[in-house]
């Protein structure tokens, strides 16, 4: 029964971590209809800007705070960066273009970081005053995965909270209702689009600096992720954002039970149930119908 | 301006009668180069059945290339089947594979391809995940090793000409594909999906044999290069490895059939030309790729002919227009 409620909160975790990259992929998809493929390398950076301003060792709660949030902000303003640059320039040219650009930009990154940090693993320490135990029963569990299970739900909620009852986020939904409109009644729509995009690639990158304590650092860590992100987004319906908190959970825990009962088969059984799912609803669980 | 047919004729004519020649004298190493190349363009050929008549942005081509490649491969090596019966096998595996996958692929939403995009390269992750982790069967990350062509087609030269002449029958075939009624039909569809619907077309029919086509001529491209290689590993059902042919694409230009070819060779080029300076060439492939998409959307092809990017056909226009 223990063992039930590790797997459980060890998929909690996960679901935690893929939840930060498919919010922030459905946002972006909702806003501006791109399918950012780049998504999954941000996360990577972010944890290697993470791991740079550690400089891979242990560092206090405050200086763990710091480098999470400044890896945030960081790939944040690079992910501005490259809307304004690039993807701006190719939204005329539709998803041909976009998926072009977004997927060249993952060698790039991918080239990027094994010339800055090589491509050996890397791993990062958790941070001293987290990286202890809280006994439950016969089990120990890391004081760390509370403490991201209590920071990713507050960001879920702070998420919900700026869609729901801001300004920014009524001009978010209304984006994703009709862009003509919005900007016929004179809303910077471009710069919309540069927001949600710097703050999708801000959430990937926070998602990454938090999980860097918990996994080793690879080059491709990004593009890994990207694929299970897929599936979440696919599950739940791109655009919708309790989609991808339903999509998150029902992976995640795919994943933390079915390691548990037959590891070879984990992953082509999630395979398995996304086409199930595919079957009975083709946007998806919470995806808007085709108009 | 387009190239006209004479003298498009013209220039196949002399890639056909070079490709004759050169394997018999060129010295080894380009004839290695030729068949490679030669593999690498219908790969991306394939594709183009998708991308550019189709309309389906396909991040997952190389599952059937490393289907056909495997499967011929195993069955070769593992199970002992004559090489002649296993070449046929594997692009069949590839087919297979693609139907498979394609039922469910085509079924869901088109909303701006996005879930196209999505579930394709989810498929070839899962094909990559299963040739990485079925030990007992594929040999993991040690790959595959000793797959070797036999008797007649022994020697590199002679296995140089044997890929030519598949390479330019699947070739020839995909021309008549796209030419056919069926291939019309196609960009129909890709024109517009929602009228060829109303007149009584059934789309994802379509949709779903232009999925199996393009894989089994994917397959057929995996297993040339199985025999060419000798060695195989997971790697080539990466996600990267579908990037190959996705840029191969792009970089040529969808809107002519020729254009993947063109890619190949512009790849090909940038590759070992900033190959010769860094380790870190991809970043080269990267920011071309970055360059055609902000500034050549119609490939090096479209720069060749003189069409800018004013001039882009009316179809790829609609196939990139952004629809709310």
Known sequence: MEDLALQFLSGLLKSMFLFLLASGLSLIFGVSRVLNITHGSFYALGAYVFFAATRGGAVGIRGFAAAVVGAGLAIGALGALFETLILRKVYRGGMLFVALVTFGAILLIEEAIKIIWSGELKAVPRPAGLDGGITLGTHTVPVYDVVLLVVGTAIALALWLVIERTRFGLLLRAAAFDREMLSVLGVDVPRLYTVTFAGGACLAAVAGALAAPMVSLTPSMGSQILVEVFAVVVIGGLGSLPGSLIGAIIVGEFEAFGILFSPELAMPMLYLLMAVILIIRPTGLLGAPDK | MKIGLNRQSLLLAACAIALLVLPAFAPIRYVFLISELLIAILYATSLNLLMGYGGMLSLGQAAYFSLGAYASALLTTRLGWPMEAAMLAGPLVAMLGALVFGVFIV??????????????????????????????????????TGITATGLLGTPRTYCYFVF?????????????????????????????????????????????????????????????????????????????????????????????????????????????????????????????LLVGVYLPQGVVGLLTGQGRGAAPAWLRRLTKRRN
């Open chain 2, 107 to 144: 079924r869901t939403s088109h909303q701006e391809h996005a879930y196209f995009l999505m579930l394709t390269l989810a498929f070839s992750q899962l094909v990559y995940a299963a040739l990485y982790k079925w030990y007992s069967v594929t040999r993991g990350d040690d790959g595959i």
């Open chain 2, 165 to 289: 002449v598949v390479v330019a029958v699947c070739i020839y075939a995909l021309r008549r594909i796209v030419d056919s009624p069926f291939g019309t039909t196609l960009q129909a569809i890709r024109d517009n999906p929602r009228r060829a619907e109303f007149v009584g077309l059934s789309v994802r029919r379509y949709q779903l044999l232009a999925f199996v086509i393009a894989g089994s001529f994917a397959g057929v491209a995996g297993m040339l290069y199985a025999f060419f290689s000798g060695t195989i590993s997971p790697q080539l059902a990466d996600w990267s490895a579908s990037s190959r042919p996705f840029f191969a694409n792009t970089i040529g230009g969808v809107a002519s059939f020729w254009g993947p070819a063109v890619g190949v060779l512009v790849l090909e080029i940038i590759d070992t030309q900033v190959g010769r300076f860094t380790e870190h060439s991809l970043i080269a492939v990267g920011i071309a790729v």
